[in-house]
């Protein structure tokens, strides 16, 4: 570019001239259509339209050097071309953007009816619901909750509940000893050791119920696990008797099946029991017709009319004795259920496994209580 006031040989700025401007508009047009896409054809404009060292940029800088009565003519020119590559960046801008679009279109397509990916909100256990309600029955009545350990003294586990080292009582309890063996620990086999600590550590009177798990060596079938868990419950005041018993697992064993179901109690034997029973209650499916009609059958009941669901009795003055509670003034009840066996008779459930499997599908018919 030629120094202000220099003289001016108009074959210096031949940029400025027709065939020239012309060259530039066409070499802008062919880069132009041949942007294959929205980033080249910014390229191509800088290239030859609008970025610095564009042919025609470069071009109009040399105006001031034409003479005067040539300017007008040249810068005519020059904004003629400069509009027509101008054009031509439009056309394509406006071709690639919509080619862009209708890509995005198809590309970034979201099928709104299709059913999302829903994460599944997690619920409790059946058994954990299942002791939870039947703790709260009790508690309406005034009982407190009572825990203990898992691992026990075998003293807690049998000595102090009326079952000597040689009581024959206990081969029934395939019991799991903890190593080593002379430790005198075992994986408690019932909640009625709970009882025990109630007795040692509570202030009498004691109203306790008992949830929790118990093992035995009992090998795995449908309806045995080495795993399970009981609910146990203790009333020892003064003037307890076994109609208080009775009274009380009424209202419990109708909280577990329904309203109008009535109970029994039948005769057995507990070491830590005097005297002891079966908690029998009417069948809550056949309401005990199935035992009166025997061509109507009842899966549920075998056609017993009555389903046993725990072991209950009048506290064994022994275990009175042991945990300091003086039997002349004291009395109390007990009883103890599994909380497995409860569950299975009141939703069907055919194997004991399935509470531990950990299979969710198990769980979802007992409802999302959380
Ligand atoms: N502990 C007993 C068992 O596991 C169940 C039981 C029976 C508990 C009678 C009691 C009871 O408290 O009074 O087989």
Redesign the pocket.
């Known amino acids: 570019m030629p120094a202000p006031g220099e003289t001016v040989d108009p074959s210096r700025v031949h940029a400025l001239d027709p065939d020239q401007l012309a060259a530039a508009v066409a070499a802008a047009r062919e880069s132009i259509r041949a942007a294959a896409d929205l980033d080249a054809l910014a390229a191509a404009r800088t290239a030859h339209v609008q970025g610095a060292a564009a042919p025609l940029v470069l071009a109009r800088r040399e105006l001031g050097a034409l003479p005067r009565e040539e300017r007008a003519d040249a810068g005519r020119r020059h904004n003629a071309a400069r509009a027509e590559a101008q054009a031509a960046y439009d056309t394509r801008l406006a071709e690639l953007t919509a080619e862009r679009d209708a890509c995005v279109l198809v590309e970034e397509r979201v099928d709104v009816t299709l059913p999302a990916a829903r994460r599944r909100r997690g619920a409790r256990h059946p058994l954990s619901s299942l002791s939870d309600r039947l703790v709260d029955v009790f508690v309406a009545m005034g009982y407190e909750v009572a825990e203990g350990p898992e691992v026990e003294h075998d003293w807690f586990n049998f000595e102090a509940l009326n079952m000597a080292p040689d009581h024959p009582a206990r081969s029934e309890h395939d019991t799991l000893y903890v190593e080593p063996t002379d430790s005198g620990r075992v994986l408690r ?4 050791p709970v ?1 025990i600590r109630a007795l040692l550590d509570r202030p009498l009177p004691v109203y306790v119920v008992c949830p929790g798990r ?1 093992y035995r060596n009992d090998t795995i079938d449908a309806t045995h696990s080495p795993v399970f868990g ?1 609910l ?3 009333a020892v005041d003064e003037g307890i008797t076994m109609a208080d018993l009775r009274g009380t697992l009424e209202v419990f064993a109708q909280e577990l099946f329904g309203s109008g179901l009535s109970t029994r109690l039948r005769p057995s034997f ?1 070491p ?2 005097e005297p ?1 029973a079966e908690l029998d209650v009417q069948c809550f499916a056949c309401r005990g017709e199935a035992a009166r009609q025997p061509r109507q059958p009842c899966r549920v009941c075998s056609d017993e009319g009555w389903i046993e669901i ?4 009048m506290v064994d003055p022994n275990v009175l004795r042991a945990t300091g509670v003086d039997p002349a003034r004291y009395s109390g ?5 599994g909380l497995e066996r409860a569950a299975m008779i009141r939703h069907d459930v055919r194997e004991i496994r399935d509470f531990v499997d950990g299979d969710v599908r198990f769980g979802l018919p007992f409802g999302i209580e959380v």
């Not at 086999?189 to 009625?192: K, L, P, Y």
């Not at 725990?310 to 009795?313: D, H």
């Not at 009840?333 to 259920?337: K, N, Y």
């Open positions: 086999t019932h909640t009625s009882q118990t009981q146990e419950g203790l507990f830590f029991t002891s725990g072991g209950c009795g009840f007990a009883f103890g259920m």
